[in-house]
Structures are given as C-alpha cells and as structure tokens.
C-alpha cells in the first residue's frame, strides 16, 4: 500500500483559513478515493469529506458542509482539505485514508495517514 502522509496543521487563531494535505508518498493512490476524518480530545474519529478519484462526488458531512472543500490533485498525487473561518471546535487531529469510496465513507479503508494536528486557540 502506498503510504499516505498528511501536513498542514498547526497552531492558528480562530477566523483563519488552513489548508491540509494528504500526499501519496511512494507511489499513487492508483484509482482510490480519499477521505478526511478527524478525532477531537475525548472523542471518537468523525467523518469529515471524502473525493472519488475523479475528483467528482464529494461528500461532507453536515458538520462540515460550507466551511471545508476538498479537492485532489492526482498529477501530485495529494488531496487537499481547505478549511475556512477555523472555530475551536475544529480543534483536532485530521487524518486521511484512501481505498474503494464505501470504504472511505464508512471509516473502514485500510489505508491510513498518521494525522496532523490542528489547534484553534485564540
């Protein structure tokens, strides 16, 4: 399996926009969808969007839906996740996996990055 390698994150105050990525390192997603999850402090992961390959569907969850667009880029082999007007909530570590879109969508793709940390504190 390709391995799959997430930055972006850090430390920003609330109102700003971020932009994370997640980078087939080592190969290419070969065909696969991508998803973006996160998991907050004492919480269970959450869905947040997933791409087909072609780049069209794309689904967000409703927590989600407005503020964050996904994108990809196969020639760079990376999937983007673009975050508008970060709120503290948003405060969490975001993860991507990629494989068949089901399995994305429903959290059980095998394939995973190791997460990249976004703060939101003002």
């Known amino acids: 399996q390709v391995q799959l390698v997430e930055s972006g994150g850090g430390l920003v105050q609330p109102g700003v926009s971020l932009r994370l990525s997640c980078a087939a390192s080592?190969?290419?997603?070969?065909?696969?969808?991508v998803g973006w999850f996160r998991q907050a402090p004492g919480k269970e992961r959450e869905f947040v969007s997933a791409?087909?390959?072609?780049?069209?569907?794309?689904v967000y969850s409703d927590s989600v839906k407005g503020r964050f667009t996904t994108s990809r880029d196969n020639a760079k082999n990376t999937v983007y996740l673009q975050i508008k007007s970060l709120q503290v909530e948003d405060t969490a570590v975001y993860y991507c996996?990629?494989?068949?879109?089901?399995?994305?969508?429903?959290?059980?793709?095998?394939?995973w990055g190791q997460g990249t940390q976004v703060t939101v504190s003002s």
């Open positions: 791409i087909s390959w072609s780049g069209s569907p794309v």
């Open positions: 996996a990629s494989g068949p879109i089901r399995a994305v969508v429903s959290g059980t793709a095998s394939n």
């Open positions: 080592g190969g290419t997603f070969k065909g696969d969808a």
